[in-house]
């Protein structure tokens, strides 16, 4: 009787042991929870940086391929003509920028 008290009283011991030591093992003391949470909120707000660089990027390198398909390039065309079509449509902007700048002599 007294050893089944002490091999009922050993594995008592056991598992709670086992129940209480992972909680144990994954709790986080108060003071490191705001830390973590200010390096998330600097985290994001590059993040959010980076989008609006990343989408104002996107929207001038669509409005100048814009300008080049105004003016002749057409980049679903025939490729074999590719640089030589894309240097005629930047000839074209170009001299339409030069002569819609004013002139500043009197």
Known sequence: MNRRN???STLAISIILGL???TIAFAQDGSSGPTISANSATKQSQNAQRKAERK???AQKNAELGQ????GYNPA???TTYPQDLHNAQ???NSEKQGAK???EP
């Open 6 to 8: 002490t091999v009922s």
């Open 56 to 58: 104002a990027n996107r």
């Open 20 to 22: 209480i030591c992972p």
């Open 102 to 104: 004013p002139t500043s």
């Open 77 to 79: 065309k025939d490729q």
């Open 68 to 71: 080049l398909e105004k003016h």
């Open 91 to 93: 000839k074209k902007l």
